[in-house]
Structure formats: structure tokens, C-alpha cells
């Protein structure tokens, strides 16, 4: 185990900047989720951890030692591809035992095979040792592929989107057994992904990246709570983030507010503060009911009770939550509101 | 009106489209083997068509398989197949490999190797004539220029002339396996390699756990495309060593040439070419199997 420092890296493909200067530091056993939209540098800032990539400008150290230029066996680190990168004439047994074979290991056969019956069963795939890679369904391969990544016990696992690909249910179930191990292992853990619920279940620590730079870094929680930026805000938020005008709900705003952003679920309806506006559209999804409103000509989503007899075409008070609002200025930086109980 | 073209039905188009097909192939290939199974019971001499047919049963064959002279054309085409399909596979595949990387000018290089592959066979047998003659040919000159062998003949000298043709055989289609290799050295996707990387196999590991499995089924193709090939050499040998000397490159196919078109004994030449076909045809079968095997896996 070990953690890593990322020293001011930049990478460029051509004319485009991949990654800008990025600074992050993972401590040992640390969980760490990036955060960020496809093009927004978190898989390549992967690659260059891996050493896949190297970068044009800026360090990179593990456990103490700069494997800046290093080759990725150099580094003893594991990778989870997003696409199943298994060799495919192998049965998953040859697959998940394939790094123990390296020369850089000297693992005698009983060795091998007790490792590879471990980690097989820790992701329930030990019936299907002995199938080939390619008879395989998705959720198999990827879960032979996060397999062969913690077969070995690698300073660092690096994980790009593993779960991407498969299906909700099996997503839910991974991702639980991914923070289990983790937590088990006492893996440091670089994650990348675009799903916000991956991010917030299963992280330590979530950076949110855009175009290549770090806009920050801090826990789940903090991270909801208290977002730098109105990209932040957005990312972490869904249904998408509110975005209004300081003047909508008549909110009482700090010097220096141009926007005002009010998470969906601190949407109020029918409190007598609120101003008048009508529902345009209920979407019931089970467990929770988004209503889209129309209030003096700005469109609001709501998470609201789905107990509530909202229907369409409704007009309702439309409100906000008391220190819910967050006041962003001219370039999307957050205004330090004064909350209650902070 | 969507399955119908004035009255047409789709299938009747299908037919309309894939009959002249079939009686080409019919006229062309079918009807000659046919005809050629039912000479090859016969005495018929095609430089005498008014002379009565007559049968002969299975004459033919029984004096072609107790024939010492065919049986070693068999084994000179045998070794003549064995050792180009080994040369080309060995320099095919490293061509392939040293192409792969992407060097500067790598696309000039490609096209400069696949030269000799767009040339007509028969030139070159006439071409390879003149460099491997022993006053003025530049073979020997380059050959004597490493090691001094004195004077030699590589067309005409019994030890030699076997090698002389594989040589240029090789030459010529070595060419080809390095463009089908090349083909699936390409179709290998670069994120087993980083996989590999990561999971610090040795270049070696690599090679024979990655590269050349992914490569195998399209390597074997070529190989099944070239002994075919190979097996029925016919027009560069001629040009280049006629058979000669003495029987030396008489292949199995120049042997049938002579037999049908010089000794006019179309029976017995009907006789030999169902027999060469059937190796073939035997031999190809026994290949596709494998291929598949390996494709499975």
C-alpha cells in the first residue's frame, strides 16, 4: 500500500489539453473518486498514474519514489480497464492468474492457485473458473477483470469506470463489494467515473474535474454541502441544479451574487413564502417524484413528496428552503453564505 | 407493391441474378471435372479425336501409383511446399512484426516489399533466370562477395536447383504472409498489450501469449492460400528451370504438362490430375479442421 502525489501534470494530445496542471495528493489507503464528464481528463489522468501516458510536464510519486518516467511494471499498480480487457483465448482461471506469473513475482503453483480460488470467490465467480474469457457475460468479464486487478497486491489500484458497462442491479451490487474490499484491503484506490451516486457511495474523497483541472477536492458530504464552483454543484446534483436569478424567489443575496443555484430537493410547494408558478410536468419514478414547474418564465425541476397529489398543469406556491440557496458570483465561484448551524 | 418488381417475386429476381453464375461455373468447372473423372477411365489421346474411346477401367491409376518417377515429383513438390510455406511463414511474420511499429516512412517500406507479389509468375522465372546466371547474374556476384564459392550454377547444378526455386518461390510471395500477419498484428486491440504491461508480463510472455495467438488464425490462412498454391506450381518453375536438370524441379504439376500436352496421354494425365486433386483436396480438408480449432480456442 502506499499513496500518491501528482505533482502540477500536464499532458497534451496535439492542440488539446488533457490534463492542466493537475495537483492531488492520495494518502495511503485513501479511496479516491474523480469526478468529471467524458473529456474532462480523469481517464487519462489515470493512464498517467498507470504510466500508459506520460506527461509533458509536472511529477508523479508513489510511495515516495518519482516514477515520473517510469514504465507501468515499474510501478506495481493494478488498472481495471473500462472495456473488458481480458485475454480472450484464456479461461478465467489463466486470466485472473496471469499477473501472478510475472517474472517480477516468484509465486509457486499451490501459491497461485489458493490466491486465484480467493479472489474468485470474493466476486462469486469461482463456478466459471473454467470457462474461456469470450463465453462470458458482461458482468462476468468485468468482474474477472476487477479480479485480475486485485489478484496481485499492488501499491496502488487504478480503476477506470469498471462499472460502467454493467447493468443497474449488478452495478449496485459491485459497487458495495468494490468499498468492502477496499475497506478490507486497505487499498489505496484511484477511481474514475461520470456517476455521481458511484462517486458519493464509495468514496473517501471525490475530485471533480474540468477540462483537465481539479476544481475540488473534499469528501462526499463536504463536497455536496459546501461546492466551490457552480460546476461542483452541478455535477453532484440530480436531477440538474436549479439556476436562478437572485430576484426569483425575492432570496436575500450577498454582495456580488449573479446567480443562485437551489438544489431540486430544497424545492418547497405549497408553503404560503413561496411565489406562484404552475406545474408543467410530474415524472413519477417510484421511490421519488421530479415535478417540472414554470415559474415567471424559468423552468424548475423539484424532487417532492411522491406521496403528493401534484398533477400537471397545477398552480402551485413554489418556494425555497430555508439556507438551502447558494450563491454563486460572476464566474461560477461560490459567495460564502452565512448558514445556520453551518 | 413492395415484394414485387413488375411482376416479379423476389425470388425469381435471386434466380435471375445468380444463373449466369451458375452455368459459368457449370461450363467451366464442374463439366471439366466431370469430363476429366470419365477420361481418366479411357485410353482417349486428345491429338487423335477421331480414334475410338475406348475403357480401361482403373488402368490408368494402378500405372500412375506404381510409378516410381511420379511418386518422387510427389515428394520433390512435398519438399518444395514444405520449405517456401516455411521461409515465408518465418520471414512473413518478422517483415510483419518490424512493419507493425510505425517508423518513419514505414508506408514506403510496405509498398516496396509487396512488389514482387504484383509481378507475373512467369517473369519472374525469366527475371530470376538472368540473376542467377553464373557469368553475369547478380546472385552468385553477391553471393561470392560474402563467401567465396568459386563457380557455381543454381539453376543448373542437382543440389542446387531444388533450393534455387524455393528461393525465388520465396522471394516473390513472402510478401503476402507479411500483408495477412500485418492484418492481424493490426486486429490485436492496444488495450490487451497495456493489460499486459500493467500486468508486468516480459516481452517474451507478450509475444506468445498475446500477439501470436490473435495472429495464428490469419498466419494459418495464408499458409492454407499458399500450399494450395505451391502444390500446383506450374509457371514460375517452368520458366525458370523447365523441370531441369534432369527431373530435379519437375514438380508434380510440369509433370502433368508434359504428360497431357507432350506425350498426348490425356487418360493417364485425366488419371493423375484426380489424383493431385484429391491430395489437395484431402490435405486442405485436414487444414480447415485445424484452422477451426484454432479459431475456437
Known amino acids: 500500500m502506499a499513496d500518491i502525489r501528482i505533482d502540477r501534470v500536464t499532458k497534451r494530445f496535439g492542440d488539446v489539453t488533457a490534463v492542466n496542471a493537475l495537483d492531488l495528493a492520495i494518502k495511503d489507503g485513501e479511496f479516491v473518486v474523480l469526478l468529471g464528464p467524458t473529456g474532462s481528463g480523469k481517464t487519462t489522468t489515470l493512464r498517467l498514474v498507470a504510466g500508459l501516458e506520460k506527461p509533458d510536464e509536472g511529477r508523479i510519486v508513489i510511495d515516495g519514489t518519482d516514477v515520473t518516467k517510469a514504465q507501468p511494471a515499474e510501478r506495481d499498480v493494478s488498472f481495471v480497464f473500462q472495456q473488458y480487457s481480458l485475454y480472450p483465448h484464456y479461461t478465467v482461471y489463466q486470466n485472473l492468474a496471469f499477473p501472478l506469473k510475472s517474472p517480477l513475482l516468484k509465486w509457486s503453483k499451490p501459491e497461485i492457485d489458493a490466491r486465484v480460488h480467493e479472489v474468485a470467490g470474493m466476486l462469486h465467480i469461482e463456478h466459471k473458473l473454467k470457462n474461456k474469457a469470450t463465453e462470458l457475460s458482461g458482468g462476468e468479464m468485468q468482474r474477472v477483470a476487477i479480479g485480475r486487478a486485485l489478484v496481485r497486491r499492488p501499491a496502488v489500484y487504478l480503476m477506470d469506470e469498471p462499472l460502467s458497462s454493467l447493468d443497474a442491479k449488478l452495478r449496485a451490487e459491485l459497487r458495495v463489494e468494490l468499498k468492502r474490499i477496499s475497506v478490507e484491503l486497505g487499498a489505496t484506490i484511484l477511481y474514475v467515473t461520470h456517476d455521481n451516486v458511484e462517486a458519493m457511495t464509495m468514496a473517501d474523497r471525490i475530485g471533480v474535474l474540468n477540462h483537465g483541472r481539479l476544481e475540488q477536492i473534499a469528501t462526499p458530504r463536504d463536497i455536496y454541502q459546501q461546492p466551490d464552483t457552480i460546476y461542483v454543484a452541478q455535477r453532484l446534483s440530480s436531477p440538474p441544479l436549479n439556476l436562478v436569478d437572485p430576484s426569483l424567489f425575492g432570496i436575500e443575496a450577498p454582495a456580488g451574487t449573479s446567480t443562485v443555484g437551489v438544489r431540486p430537493e430544497d424545492i418547497t410547494i405549497g408553503q404560503p413564502s413561496g411565489v406562484e408558478g404552475s406545474t408543467t410536468l410530474v415524472e413519477r419514478l417510484g421511490a421519488e417524484t421530479v415535478a417540472v414547474l414554470q415559474v415567471n418564465g424559468t423552468q424548475i425541476q423539484a424532487l417532492v413528496d411522491p406521496q403528493a397529489t401534484i398533477g400537471e398543469g397545477e398552480t402551485v406556491r413554489v418556494g425555497v428552503a430555508e439556507n438551502a440557496p447558494m450563491f454563486f458570483d460572476r464566474d461560477g465561484r461560490r459567495i460564502d453564505a452565512p448558514r445556520a448551524g453551518g | ?297
Not at chain 2, 483436396?281 to 480449432?293: I, S
Open chain 2, 1 to 297: 407493391m413492395v415484394r414485387r418488381v413488375r411482376g416479379l417475386s423476389d425470388r425469381a429476381i435471386a434466380w435471375i441474378f445468380v444463373t449466369p453464375t451458375i452455368l459459368l461455373l457449370l461450363a467451366i468447372n464442374i463439366y471439366p471435372l466431370v469430363w476429366t473423372v470419365y477420361l481418366s477411365f479411357t485410353n482417349y489421346r486428345a491429338n487423335r479425336p477421331n480414334r475410338e474411346i475406348e475403357w480401361v477401367g482403373t488402368r490408368n491409376y494402378e500405372r500412375i501409383l506404381s510409378d516410381e518417377g511420379v511418386w518422387e515429383n510427389l515428394q520433390r513438390t512435398a519438399h518444395f511446399v514444405t520449405f517456401t510455406m516455411l521461409f515465408q511463414v518465418l520471414l512473413g511474420f518478422g517483415l510483419a512484426l518490424l512493419l507493425h511499429k510505425r517508423f518513419k516512412g514505414h508506408g514506403l517500406w510496405t509498398t516496396l516489399i509487396l512488389l514482387p507479389m504484383m509481378l507475373s509468375p512467369a517473369v519472374v522465372g525469366m527475371y530470376w533466370k538472368y540473376l542467377f546466371d553464373p557469368q553475369i547474374g547478380i546472385f552468385n556476384y553477391l553471393i561470392n562477395g560474402i563467401w567465396d564459392f568459386g563457380t557455381f550454377s543454381m539453376t543448373s547444378e542437382v543440389a542446387l536447383a531444388p533450393w534455387a526455386i524455393i528461393i525465388v518461390d520465396t522471394w516473390m510471395w513472402t510478401p503476402y504472409i507479411m500483408l495477412l500477419c500485418l492484418a492481424g498484428l493490426r486486429s490485436v486491440p492496444d488495450y490487451l498489450y497495456e493489460a499486459a504491461e500493467i500486468d508486468r508480463a516480459s516481452t517474451w510472455r507478450k509475444f506468445w501469449n498475446i500477439t501470436l495467438p490473435m495472429v495464428l488464425p490469419f498466419l494459418m490462412l495464408a499458409v492454407m492460400f499458399r500450399a494450395i498454391e505451391n502444390f500446383k506450381m506450374f509457371d514460375l518453375v517452368f520458366e525458370l528451370t523447365s523441370g531441369g536438370p534432369g527431373n530435379t524441379t519437375r514438380l508434380a504439376s510440369i509433370d502433368l504438362k508434359e504428360l497431357a500436352f507432350d506425350r498426348w496421354q490425356t487418360g493417364r494425365s485425366s488419371a493423375l490430375a484426380i489424383i493431385l486433386f484429391v491430395t489437395v483436396f484431402g490435405a486442405m480438408n485436414v487444414f480447415v479442421k485445424l484452422m477451426n480449432r484454432v479459431k475456437a480456442r
